[in-house]
């Protein structure tokens, strides 16, 4: 700091006078709690300055360093309090390693749960030693499930050693706009990050998961963000599945890690995939995942959690460990602990048992209501009746939400507006929301809160919070969920709409340009508020940040909510203008999720693309035209392709890009390779030729050269040449390697492995194969999963395992279903016969045939129609049908390789014929059929194909 100046690498930093002597001043004494009075004094003299003077030196410094308010780096705000400075004067940025260790949890009393938390203890010993355990404490509301955890958790604080176990924690919450992606889950790994093994936290997630990093990007050093999302291409919802996965399993070879996520009843889809993935890994961890959850809003809500959990418990893979009513004896545990130890009146434990009915939260609720009342008091004996228990059973409600309400009418006017607004606000609440909702200073609305807290109604106290404005609160939270739903739904409609709308603009205009961060809850608000210009403008933001976080799923419940509210707005261009961006993000995301070939995806990119023509968007339309007639590809669409192909031409030609035009020449040259039509398919070798770079800003998904080089090594093997095929599926191989996208590479495996398999050169594929599918399933790339499971089982039929190969190919089959991509089933059901008919499985092999032969009349997918005829004929001899037949089908065979010019399928059909033939003593028709195909080769002689019609031509002499 003697320096008198600051930089961040090789920059100089600029800050006024007094500002750098508030940092200075706070930067000498890290980790001390300086308040505002002696900052003041020390930087500011006996001048007379006001507290906004120093708000805005310390804003200053945030900007300066990108600093946090939320996540401090480097200036922490204690609210009401004062500033303390939590980095090292030098360091890199990841001052969280400088922190504190948290306090032990304080010890948390339940009664009649011993057995449970004993139970708690042995599955933590098992996870501790390498077992990776999954619990899920369970119960409905109010039935101490929180509490239970709580306890469990002070108990591990005070048993485990240092450094043995470390606890995270995240809750799902319900939001009035829904739980944003992964939100309990960040909120575990933020804990951890900050924590006592923050630095080994924070390197493993730089090492092994930067997708996991970029969502905390207070742990980024300044300029970095940027660069860890540009490298993030092509990263999916899977792999940041199997890197958190695998980030937890490392973090555990050193330390036992317990992460509770609680009320997963409301978790999002993203968590719920990440529950499940931790709870069915095979590999050692010392990892105990607890979560909690009410079994009737599980099945009422209809989420994705309770069918997970129903399908781990098939499995054996979790434990349930659900919480009884509390007996008798547990309600006269707990009187005793609220009244010095001493026994409560017998008459008082029965009552209080049959009204609750051994619920906790309404005990609890019970006799605090009895206590504020008066008619329940603390005497020298333990608890004391000031009223008969005749008045007592009259005066308490029959059900735990009219309990409530009661509690609530004898609140003072203010406490009452304060608790209806917190509850618009959340679950969990700043002060200052409920301030602007109730247009009330903050100060009064602290007060109220206060009040609550000490006497232990409704709220618990929470922290601080701080705003991107300089605003900073005090943060309070529901005691139960419970509560905020009585007390929302209480407001009256209208009121209820006005408080929404002001807890949103107050919210906006405090995160000002940071308000992104918070984009879901003001798209909840302004929604609820009925203002939908700003929900809509919201609901985008929040989609793109599900986006950033892989979260497609919950990007299309943003769109789509999104979407209904455009519904309303009047037609005209700025109508379509959103619409545009919000059916192109909803497109994308459903590829995403469900493939590039999904109907749902045409659907959105169709609308998407007719609405960037009526506005003029060149390339907007060119973008969406080149996805529609991929996904048309895929599909083996024979009616929309051809139109799509003319209107990409037709694009790339307004748009008069080279790059456009020969991404356009690619995709109507695969057109015509999987029709068979291999001359009007060469255009490939031009694309090929090109440059890969100046793709990458204007081709959405795989690199055209890439697949150029692959699909015209196909092309090259299928009319004859199975050396110039290895050559160029060689070059899509090294091309991939240099592309930033992790699908080029997988997708550029797959092409080279059919090469492989087809030429006979099985060592060569199965390292291909290997790769590609370790790739393509790190990546959950799951397209070219499914094609190279396909490849898979082609590499077992010819090495002789025809079972492992029907095992492959009925998955990868599976697998293309799903993903709606049919292009390659007739070449995969044709591997599927041959594998049948080598288990005598004819029957089988028969239908298979039927099926591929039925897609090539309807579809697209002709390339293969010679190899679907020559299996059959392959299976009716197996079956003992006529000569006639079985040629037949040979010759129809032979018949359109002709017509396609595919010399490679003309020589399968022909030595397939030709055996047929001699077979019969025809050695002459036999040779005679065969020699003219075989002898068309003049490269690849000694691929597996050549060789066995070379050694059937020896065979039949002459």
């Not at 909690?292 to 434990?319: H, W």
């Not at 309400?405 to 700043?430: D, I, K, N, Y």
Request: glycine share 8%.
């Amino acid at each position: 700091m003697n320096a008198g100046y600051l930089r961040s690498g090789d920059r100089a930093i600029s800050l006024r006078p007094k500002t750098w002597a508030v940092l200075c001043y706070l930067a000498e004494r890290p980790g001390m709690l300086v308040s505002k009075e002696e900052l003041l004094d020390a930087v500011w003299g006996g001048i007379a300055v006001t507290e906004a003077t120093l708000t805005k030196s310390i804003s200053e410094i945030r900007d300066a360093l990108h600093d946090e308010v939320r996540h401090p780096r480097f200036v922490e705000t204690v609210h009401r309090r004062g500033f303390r400075f939590v980095s090292a004067i030098g360091g890199t940025g990841t001052a969280h390693s400088r922190l504190p260790a948290s306090p032990p949890r304080p010890p948390v009393h339940v009664v009649a749960r011993e057995a449970e938390i004993t139970r708690l203890h042995e599955l933590l010993e098992v996870a501790a030693g390498g077992i990776r355990q999954t619990v899920f404490v369970t119960g409905e509301a109010g039935i101490g499930k929180t509490t239970l955890v709580e306890a469990f958790l002070a108990e591990v604080d005070t048993r485990s050693g240092a450094g043995e176990t470390i606890i995270a924690m995240g809750r799902c919450m319900r939001r009035h706009s829904g739980e944003e992606p992964l939100m309990p889950v960040l909120e575990a790994l933020g804990r951890l990050a900050q924590g006592p093994h923050a630095a080994r936290v924070v390197q493993l997630l730089r090492e092994q998961a930067p997708a996991w990093l970029v969502q905390l990007p207070w742990l980024v050093e300044p300029g970095e963000l940027e660069t860890l999302r540009a490298s993030l291409s092509g990263t999916t919802a899977e792999r940041m599945l199997r890197v958190f996965a695998q980030l937890v399993e490392e973090l555990t070879t050193e330390m036992t890690l317990v992460l509770v996520l609680e009320d997963l009843h409301w978790a999002d889809a993203s968590t719920v995939d990440i529950v499940s993935i931790l709870a069915q890994r095979p590999e050692r961890a010392r990892f105990l995942l607890l979560g909690t959850y009410r079994p009737s809003e599980a099945i009422v809500n209809a989420g994705p959690f309770d069918g997970m959990r129903r399908a781990l418990s098939q499995k054996r893979l979790c434990v349930e460990l659900p919480l009884n009513l509390l007996p008798l004896s547990g309600v006269e545990s707990y009187l005793a602990s609220r009244f010095g130890g001493l026994a409560a009146p017998p008459p008082l434990v029965q009552l209080l048992h049959t009204q609750s009915e051994g619920n906790p939260l309404f005990l609890v609720t019970a006799v605090d209501y009895l206590i504020a009342r008066g008619w329940l008091q603390q005497g020298d004996q333990g608890a004391t009746l000031q009223a008969d228990l005749e008045t007592l059973e009259r005066q308490i409600p029959g059900s735990l939400r009219d309990l409530v309400e009661m509690q609530v009418v004898g609140l003072e006017p203010l406490e009452v507006a304060v608790l209806e607004a917190a509850s618009v606000v959340g679950l969990e609440f700043g002060a200052q929301a409920v301030a602007a909702a109730l247009e009330v200073e903050l100060e009064q609305a602290e007060d109220a809160c206060e009040r609550l807290v000490r006497a232990q109604r409704f709220l618990r106290a929470s922290g601080t919070e701080a705003w991107p404005d300089g605003a900073v609160a005090a943060r309070y939270v529901f005691a139960h969920a419970l509560y905020q739903r009585v007390l929302y739904y209480r407001i009256p409609a209208g009121r209820r709409r006005l408080l929404h709308q002001r807890v949103g603009e107050r919210l906006e205009a405090g995160f000002g340009d940071r308000a992104a961060d918070v984009a879901a809850e003001l798209a909840a608000h302004f929604e609820q508020g009925h203002d939908a210009a700003r929900a809509i403008t919201w609901l985008q933001s929040a989609a793109a940040a599900a986006e950033h976080r892989f979260a497609p799923r919950e990007t299309v419940r943003y769109v789509q909510r999104a979407l209904t509210l455009l519904e309303r707005a009047p037609d005209g261009p700025e109508r379509q203008r959103c619409e545009l961006g919000l059916t192109s993000s909803l497109g994308a995301a459903l590829i995403a999720m469900n493939g590039f070939a999904a109907e749902q995806a045409w659907v959105s990119l169709r609308r998407a693309h007719d609405l960037a023509a009526n506005l003029g968007g060149r390339f907007e339309v060119f973008q969406i035209a080149y996805m529609l007639l991929n996904g048309s590809l895929a599909r083996a669409d024979v009616v929309r392709t051809p139109h799509l192909a003319d209107e990409l031409a037709r694009s790339a030609e307004q748009l008069g890009s080279r790059e456009a035009r020969l991404a356009a020449g690619m995709l109507s040259a695969t057109a015509a390779l999987w029709e068979g039509k291999y001359a009007g398919a060469a255009s490939l070798a031009e694309v090929a030729r090109a440059d890969p770079t100046p793709f990458g800003g204007v081709i959405p998904g795989e690199n055209p050269v890439v697949w150029a080089h692959g699909a015209e090594g196909w092309r090259l093997w299928l009319i004859g040449s199975p050396d110039r095929a290895l050559a160029s599926v060689r070059a899509a191989i090294v091309c991939a390697r240099a592309q930033p996208n992790p699908s080029d590479l997988a997708m550029g495996l797959y092409l080279a492995a059919q090469v492989h398999v087809w030429r006979g050169d099985l060592d060569d594929a199965v390292v291909v194969v290997g790769e590609g599918r370790d790739l393509a399933s790190e990546h959950g790339l799951g397209l070219w999963l499914a094609g190279l499971g396909d490849i898979n089982g082609r590499i077992h039929l010819r090495r002789g395992d025809a079972a492992a190969a029907v095992r492959d190919l009925r998955q990868a089959l599976e697998d293309f279903r799903r993903i709606e991509v049919w292009v390659y089933v007739p070449a995969l059901l044709t591997t599927l016969a041959e594998a049948s008919l080598r288990l005598g499985q004819l029957s089988e092999g028969l239908a298979a045939v039927d099926e591929g032969l039925e897609m090539v009349r309807t579809t697209l997918s002709l390339w293969h129609a010679p190899e679907l005829w020559r299996v059959r004929g392959e299976l009716l001899a197996a079956r003992g049908e006529p000569s006639d037949a079985v040629e037949s089908s040979f010759g129809r065979a032979l018949e359109i390789a002709r017509a396609q010019a595919a010399r490679a399928f003309e020589l399968r059909a022909a030595t397939a014929l030709a055996r047929q033939l001699a077979a019969r003593g025809r050695k002459g028709a036999a040779r005679a059929t065969l020699a003219p195909p075989y002898e068309a080769f003049t490269e690849g002689l000694d691929t597996a194909d050549l060789r066995a019609a070379r050694t059937l031509l020896r065979e039949l002499g002459g």
